[in-house]
DNA sequence: GGAGCCTAAATTGGTACCAATTTTGGAGTC
DNA sequence: GACTCCAAAATTGGTACCAATTTAGGCTCC
């Protein structure tokens, strides 16, 4: 009989799936970081078998979102002050170079995609609930990445987003952030449609900005530091 | 019983080792691009279980050096021209920022450690195999990096680095190359005594500069294009 | 009443086995 | 002689089982 890629792409699909799920809601604030991943409650809780939610756990591993302790399992990683700025620092390079990127790549309907994007997370803000404003944010920064050329810049910048408790975050910044954060989105698309270089890598560096030193405590102070 | 933190960190340890040995047999040429690796073969190979092996190679794919095809099996990465360059990108825009960071932080004993590397490397340039050249050139910029107090950029340009093969790059290209990247060493810790922001970070990018794009011809047209 | 120890349950991690799929080798046919 | 088809061997990937370790609960002793 033939190869059968359908069943191929359905299996890859299937473990991809289950680990993304977990990152899910590890971002949204469901599994906090220090807590237990029991296999047992994992296996139940997503319908999968255990060696697929082993599989799953190594490759969360793999991407430090999950800390593996031999003969105690697997906890979500508590990610440590230092380490929290470190990564701002990270982002700060990768983004920033992305941006440089990303000038004179954008067509008409890109552009009206992002602002209908933008929009939506604006719209979020004000009426929908943070789980909502935090999908529409990565929607409007999934769709900007894809004006960036360099395909292993794009990975790395997503895997490094993807370190950052994003949802906790939000949730706990002071009030005004995230109607800041909608505003850099519109003056993102804007510095774009004008090819404004320097506006733009401004804006995106900006959005980055706000030092989360005091929040990453409060993260942190509850867990043991991290020691691999 | 007590807590066993030696059978933890030899075990843990066990597991890195094979990891890395398959990524050095990979870096140092032993293993080419596209080489199926099969699980028997390694197995006899490291002297290691099946289920080692496994959870090595997955590591290893989780690392993008190692690609994993459903019911054929692990082989090694083809890199094709465009993802190559773009790897070199990453690279001068991550060790350009890393370098950013290195300045004023190297003490005379560490200066001079790394002028003993540097010349190392000179001494392995004429007298050596590839192979000594190799893990020269390794040891100096691992000394480099340690003067990066971000741990997590660190990290960023290390993984990045694995990712080149390296061994394969330095022997296919031209004549002076070796010798220029001797050079380059010493001008490095030069810049880094007389704490030379731009000397340094021109040195820095000028050591990633050399295109590898006919190079990368020679190495990706035997193999299919990669497809994940 | 509290601390310490010991037993039992639960959880993890590794190994062995088995089914599914691909590849290899050979026989038959055009 | 070359191509196709079929069967056997080899390899992969998943599952189930089992040993090792940790954790929880209860009992005893101080």
Chains 1, 2 share one sequence.
């Not at 949204?28 to 939610?53: F, N």
């Not at 190594?58 to 430090?64: F, G, I, T």
């Not at 954008?106 to 929009?119: H, I, M, P, V, Y």
């Amino acid at each position: 009989m033939a190869k059968s890629p359908m069943a191929d792409a359905a299996t890859e699909n299937a473990l991809r799936a289950l680990e993304t799920a977990i990152a899910h809601d590890i971002h949204a604030g469901l599994l906090l970081p220090g807590t237990w991943l029991k296999q047992i409650d994992l296996q139940e809780r997503y319908g999968r078998s255990r060696g697929d939610v082993r599989r799953a756990l190594d490759k969360l591993v793999a991407q430090r979102l999950v800390q593996q302790v031999h003969n105690s399992g697997y906890r979500v990683r508590p990610l440590d002050p230092k380490q929290l700025d470190e990564l701002r620092q990270v982002r700060l390079i990768l983004e920033g170079a992305a941006a440089e990127t990303m000038l004179g790549r954008a067509d008409a309907a890109t552009l009206a995609r992002l602002r209908n994007l933008a929009e939506g997370f604006s719209l979020a803000v004000e009426h929908r609930s943070i789980l909502d404003q935090h999908e529409a944010n990565q929607a409007f920064h999934a769709a900007l990445l894809e004006l960036c050329p360099n395909a292993e810049l794009v990975r790395l910048v997503r895997e490094t987003r993807l370190r950052l408790p994003s949802a906790l975050l939000t949730q706990w910044h002071e009030r005004g952030w995230v109607e800041e954060s909608a505003r850099h989105h519109h003056a993102m698309v804007d510095a774009l449609e004008a090819n404004d270089r320097e506006a733009f890598c401004a804006v995106v560096r900006a959005h980055i900005r706000p030092s989360s030193r005091e929040l990453a405590f409060k993260l942190s102070r509850a867990w043991a530091p991290i020691v691999d």
